[in-house]
């Protein structure tokens, strides 16, 4: 089993905050999915990150895909309580076509 | 928003009873997932497939089977529930699988939050 370690399992920040939740892998990603879940809803694809190194941008949050494809981050700035929710990685490769492997996530809460 | 439903959204049972949860979509997607969501286990696979009765074992298969009749509908079965398939279920689609994952998206539904006394 190729395991996602996601870090931290936890964050309670305050509206305004910076933070970075963090994706890790022993293993080589072929590529690797940020979701958000909200509570009662499915998860829902933010980005999907390829090459090492790769920075993406979606508003305040920023991708990045490590060098070695081993590792990924998100970094939140300015953070804001829609911002609240799960935050999973999921990866393909491992041997199947079929098969997402996710992180157990991050959970964010920012309060106003 | 792709066009996921789920059913039903809550159902509490006992143990022993079979139950059937139902996804339906409006995406005439060919892959179709079931996945369940646990506390300090995060979501993992259960079944897919990819096509009409076309179907494949996940990592957490024991205890479940799955049908799927029409392109738009994918049942998932618990042949006789326990307190350990107490969870969240979430049906995904997919377009194509995900060998070009870059290229290819996930969508999932609202889940099923089952509860098995």
């Known amino acids: 089993t190729q395991l996602l370690e996601q870090s931290p399992q936890f964050l309670s920040i305050q509206e305004g905050e910076n933070l970075t939740v963090y994706c890790n892998s022993s293993?080589?990603?072929?590529?690797l999915q940020w979701y958000r879940q909200e509570p009662g809803e499915g998860p829902v694809l933010l980005v999907t990150v390829v090459t090492g190194g790769e920075v993406k941008k979606l508003k305040r949050l920023t991708f990045q895909f490590g060098d070695a494809r081993k590792d990924s981050s998100l970094h939140i700035t300015a953070a804001q309580p829609g911002d609240t929710g799960l935050y999973l990685c999921a990866r393909t490769g491992g041997g199947s076509n079929y098969k997402l492997t996710f992180g157990k996530g991050t959970l964010l809460t920012v309060n106003p | 928003d792709a066009g996921i439903t789920q059913s039903p959204r809550h159902k509490v049972t006992e143990t022993g009873t079979p139950v059937t949860l139902r996804c339906h979509q409006t995406?005439?997607?060919?892959?179709m997932y079931w996945y369940r969501q646990d506390p300090g286990h995060g979501l993992r696979l259960i079944h897919y497939?990819?096509?009409?009765?076309?179907?494949d074992k996940g990592e957490v298969s024991d205890g479940y089977s799955v049908s799927r009749s029409k392109t738009e509908d994918f049942l998932l079965t618990l042949e006789s529930a326990t307190s350990s398939q107490t969870s969240v279920y979430f049906c995904a689609i997919s377009e194509s699988d995900l060998s070009r994952a870059f290229q290819e998206t996930q969508y999932f539904g609202p889940g099923t939050r089952l509860l098995v006394l």
């Open positions: 293993s080589v990603f072929s590529s």
């Open positions: 497939s990819y096509g009409v009765k076309d179907t």
């Open positions: 995406e005439n997607h060919r892959y």
